[in-house]
Structures are given as structure tokens and as C-alpha cells.
């Protein structure tokens, strides 16, 4: 059982910058794919990007070239750092890990772009 607390959303104008942060609360294990997504209101939960214990990443068309995603291990943490925020981006944002065939979700943190 692990739990998963984002932090790091707000309000920015468009074209600004967030990081996103996600913290587990014990070790994720050996193998596992920790990522973000993002749903708006009365919208599908979508992918934004995802990255393995290994390393590897995959991101969203939407987000490529201005998101990234990193994790540190020893922390059992992941980031999503975003630039040039648009509009369209604006959703609540979730944490998740994909693990020993089952999925963990944070409680979400929303993120707001405008003028």
C-alpha cells in the first residue's frame, strides 16, 4: 500500500512555468512506471507523461517540448516540470504509480492557467 501527495500547482499566466511534485510514501519498488495526469472538468482523465524506474519517458503530443518528467529514486519522487504554460493546460493534475499490476493515484493538485 502506498500513499501519493502531489504538490506545486497554482495559478500562473499563460507562457509561465510549474513544477510539479509527487512524493510516495514508502519505496515503490523495483519495477514500476510513475507518471502524471491531468483531467479538466467534464473531460477523460488523459496521460500527460510517464517515466520508469529505468528512466525511459513518454509524454503526451500536447506537452512535448515543454513539460519534462524526472524522478529521483532515493527519494521515491517524481517531478513534472512545466514551461510555457497554455490555457488548455489547465486541469487537476495526478500522481501515479503503476505497480505489481495495480495503480495508486495522489489526491490530485490543480493547476490554472490565465490571464
Known amino acids: 500500500q502506498v500513499q501519493l501527495v502531489e504538490s506545486g500547482g497554482g495559478l500562473v499566466q499563460p507562457g509561465g512555468s510549474l513544477r510539479l511534485s509527487c512524493a510516495a510514501s514508502r519505496s515503490t519498488g523495483s519495477i514500476n512506471t510513475m507518471g502524471w495526469y491531468r483531467q479538466a472538468p467534464g473531460k477523460q482523465r488523459e496521460m500527460v507523461a510517464r517515466i520508469t524506474s529505468g528512466g525511459s519517458t513518454n509524454y503526451a503530443d500536447s506537452v512535448k517540448g515543454r513539460f519534462t518528467i524526472s524522478r529521483d529514486n532515493a527519494k521515491n519522487t517524481v517531478y513534472l516540470q512545466m514551461n510555457n504554460l497554455k490555457p488548455e493546460d489547465t486541469a487537476v493534475y495526478y500522481c501515479?504509480?503503476?505497480?505489481?499490476?495495480?495503480?495508486?493515484w495522489g489526491q490530485g493538485t490543480q493547476v490554472t492557467v490565465s490571464s
Open positions: 501515479n504509480l503503476a505497480v505489481f499490476g495495480s495503480s495508486y
